[in-house]
């Protein structure tokens, strides 16, 4: 079986993430197919080390429906031959392809504008493109048919030590840590601010020496400074240190994180999401 993964995202590094937790997730679950992630190019150097297949998403050829056919994102998905598609948010940049490829289709949803399944008059939304629509957080929209837990990129047993993240920056151990975690838009981690009497250390994915995934670290920090955008929240729900994080809503135009950051605090995640759906691959 081969399995495909695609996301439009470009701002942050949330959806190229997304992608590689489902990876991880289909790998715990014993599968042994064929699994890829395919994405418009991201600017964090660790995409480099990463298996992730950077493909060119031409907007004004994405919506003609002469040429999206021949596109490169098509082009690669016809040469991969999936039998699954999993479609990150980001519907409209394959409406026109997808009727191209001879495969099955879920698509992912977290929180995102209302209007956002609708679309432009030559790209209209069309839901019986898919066969799954699952919200992947506590997110409502008419079009949602299920909902799974968040998507998260490790468990809470594949966390490294709690005096990992201290040894890896020398930071010593009677001294206070606090991370400051970005991995959004260039320059935006000054609007993270840490604390200034204590080891503030930042970790930007910008970084050439980045810690990736962060999330198995953090269990060393005694603070987290970082925004709330999809994956930062949802792992320190998940993998508990949520009490000890202080979330900065950032301005997205298609995603609302002072909603997540008010809304959802205190959710319960029972599972992890990533391997839900791994689960439900790997049993056909």
Known sequence: MRVAYFTAGTVGAGHLVRGLAVGRALARAGFTGSYRAFGPPVPYPVVARLDYA??????AELRDPARAPASAIATALRDYAPDLLLV??????????????AT????????????WFTGPADTR?????????????????PVLRETIDPIVICNPDELRSPSALRERLG????????VVAHAGLAGEVME??????????????FAEDALFPLAEWL???DVVHCAAGYN??????????????????LRRTIDDQAWRATTCRGWTVRANGADTLARQIVAG
């Open 192 to 205: 993270l601010s840490g604390d200034a009497d204590d080891e503030t250390v930042v970790c930007d994915l």
């Open 54 to 59: 950077p493909v060119p998403l031409v907007e």
């Open 232 to 249: 930062a929240f949802w792992e320190a729900q998940w993998l508990g240190w949520a009490a000890r994080t202080r979330f900065t809503p």
């Open 171 to 178: 930071v010593a151990p009677d001294r206070r840590l606090v």
């Open 125 to 141: 939304w069309d839901a019986t493109q898919y066969r799954r629509i699952v919200a992947i957080e506590p997110f409502r929209h």
């Open 88 to 101: 990150d948010l980001f519907w409209a940049p394959l409406r026109h392809v997808l009727p191209t490829l």
């Open 219 to 221: 269990a060393g920090a």
């Open 104 to 115: 099955d289709a879920w698509l992912l949803v977290r929180s995102c504008p209302r209007a």
